[in-house]
T-cell receptor, first 110, second 115 residues
Framework: SQKIEQNSEALNIQEGKTATLTCNYT??????LQWYRQDPGRGPVFLLL?????KEKRKERLKVTFDTTLKQSLFHITASQPADSATYLC?????????FGKGTMLLVSP | DAGVTQSPTHLIKTRGQQVTLRCSPK?????VSWYQQALGQGPQFIFQ???????QRGNFPDRFSGHQFPNYSSELNVNALLLGDSALYLC??????????????FGPGTRLTVT
């Protein structure tokens, strides 16, 4: 079955720096890969979707890359702010169902 | 525009009991998926309903069952509750999955505690 690995340790960075989160997967490459943000006790919120034939996608301060050869996606937040502190989930999309990683907790300090 | 709503917010049950959780999808969405999220884990796919039928199912036992109504709302039923069923149960809605892949809109979840 598909296995997804995200940074297990929390990522601590200073405000204004760029945060980079990693998502690695095994087995098949999904047609789509999605990133979500989750705050404590709340449901995930969609951030970005990238297709297998896209190398990079941007939305405001967010950037996602997708390398099907390396079986890896990188998620970047530029000019990070304390409000960006949350858990970020990577999800592989196959037939419109999502397989999630455990998520990486990001802590942005002022 | 109402987003995805779930009820109840919290629930405490005893081992062996049965529970029903409810979900109303975002307006305009006809597909509902259910996920289980244990503490410190990512959400795990339980099943998906489209046109009132279970379209896909994850690796969950038959104790987990569901239903979708003509108005696209959905229920998740869990029988013979185990301690390990304690988790946050998330409902997500999206448009017709047979057309393309879309982001999923999640509800706030139902926190189920089994004692």
């Amino acid at each position: 079955s598909q296995k997804i690995e995200q940074n297990s340790e929390a990522l601590n960075i200073q405000e204004g720096k760029t945060a980079t989160l990693t998502c690695n997967y095994t087995n098949y490459s999904p047609a789509y890969l999605q990133w979500y943000r989750q705050d404590p006790g709340r449901g995930p919120v969609f951030l970005l979707l990238i297709r297998e034939n896209e190398k990079e996608k941007r939305k405001e301060r967010l950037k996602v890359t997708f390398d099907t050869t390396l079986k890896q996606s990188l998620f970047h937040i530029t000019a990070s702010q304390p409000a960006d502190s949350a858990t970020y989930l990577c999800a592989l999309d196959r037939h419109s169902t999502l397989t999630f990683g455990k998520g990486t907790m990001l802590l942005v300090s002022p | 525009d109402a987003g995805v709503t779930q009820s109840p917010t919290h629930l405490i049950k005893t081992r062996g009991q049965q529970v029903t959780l409810r979900c109303s999808p975002k307006s305009g969405h006809d597909t509902v998926s259910w996920y289980q999220q244990a503490l410190g884990q990512g959400p795990q796919f339980i099943f998906q309903y489209y046109e009132e039928e279970e379209r896909q199912r994850g690796n969950f036992p038959d104790r987990f069952s569901g239903h979708q109504f003509p108005n696209y709302s959905s229920e998740l039923n869990v029988n013979a509750l185990l301690l390990g069923d304690s988790a946050l149960y998330l409902c997500a809605s999206s448009p017709d999955p047979t057309i393309s892949s879309y982001e999923q809109y999640f509800g706030p979840g139902t926190r189920l505690t089994v004692t």
